[in-house]
């Protein structure tokens, strides 16, 4: 039920940061972008974005906004097209990579670290499998991987498939 009441408390968030760029709502997240192609678009960025219309809102609604979590990410090749963002004061760490619903990305939109990541995650639950289970039939260890490795390893293929030959023969081998 709490998910819901969340919902219609913060649903005016898009209407009152009536922002130049975008602004995605989900669940307990909110996501401010904006596309920068020079230097002055950087520059106006926090006014597009409105910060201070959110800090106001968040006084209005009594809420506190965890500037801990807030990251910055600037995605693409100039990496020189760069400045410092605040909200309420605090300046918002620049990161380089960021994982956000399962999955973990870079700034050059490579995935890599996420397959690793993944590879790893995939050899422990096999170890966890053959630590746990000593007599297993064919049935059984494929029921068993299936539910437990490749789920794990097919979690949004279709927005991280790898394309690299190695990253490719590491999956496989799992």
Not at 68 to 74: A, L
Not at 78 to 105: A, F, H, M, W
Not at 155 to 163: C, I, L, R
Request: proline share 2%; charged share 20%.
């Amino acid at each position: 039920m709490w998910p819901i009441l969340f919902i219609i408390y913060i649903n005016d968030l898009a209407e009152h940061c009536h922002c130049g760029s975008d602004l995605y709502l989900y669940a307990d997240d909110a996501k401010l972008f904006s596309f920068i192609k020079c230097l002055e678009d950087s520059l106006m960025l926090p006014k597009d974005l409105d910060l201070d219309n959110l800090t106001q809102w968040m006084y209005v609604w009594l809420l506190r906004l965890n500037t801990g979590q807030c990251k910055v990410v600037s995605y693409g090749r100039r990496s020189e097209i760069c400045t410092n963002y605040n909200i309420s004061g605090e300046i918002v760490e620049k990161i380089e990579s960021i994982q956000d619903v399962g999955l973990s990305c870079d700034n050059k939109l490579k995935f890599d670290g996420h397959t690793n990541n993944k590879i790893t995650i995939a050899y422990q639950m096999l170890g966890i499998v053959k630590r746990n289970f000593i007599y297993l039939t064919t049935n059984t260890l494929v029921i068993l991987y299936k539910s437990m490795i490749r789920s794990n390893l097919e979690y949004a293929v279709s927005v991280w498939n790898p394309h690299h030959q190695c990253l490719i023969e590491k999956l496989e081998k799992v």
